[in-house]
């Protein structure tokens, strides 16, 4: 196996509002453009995860984070010969600033708050799609598509947070 071959680790932050809704944006420029995401970004060397969580969200967005706390991993390989793992982390604004702004608009043009419900259903949604061979408004980024898949017992994990 090459090193380009290997899989690489990234780090998918839920930020919360403590009443059920988290920040998301629509991914451009890179593997999954156009699908919904949470920040995050890659596991750099010698970070911990809730390193990376306060780095790429404070990068992605200028807000700063806090709580951070480790929920769950998924293994997702991508159609374009990718392979991540990606360490789901929750997390709270904790900066002064409240609003998510496209920091990298190149990447995201803008970020806004989704109930979690909302985004569960959409991964829902697309699973079954991609399971039925058919066509779906809303696409996520294959992480989140995997977290509902491989754990469905978090559709209610925001509650009471």
Known sequence: MSEAERPKVGVGVVIHDGAG???MGERAGSHGA???QCPGGHLEYGESF???AARETLEETGLKIGNIK???ATNDVFGEGKHYVTIF???EITGEIKVAQPMEPHKCAKW???PWSQMWAWAGEQAEAE???TEIKKRLFLPLVNLWREYPELKNALDGR
């Open 34 to 36: 156009g699908t919904l």
């Open 131 to 133: 399971k039925n061979g």
């Open 112 to 114: 806004e708050w989704i």
């Open 89 to 91: 982390v929750t997390a």
């Open 50 to 52: 809730a390193e990376t």
């Open 21 to 23: 809704n988290i920040i």
């Open 70 to 72: 480790f929920l769950v």
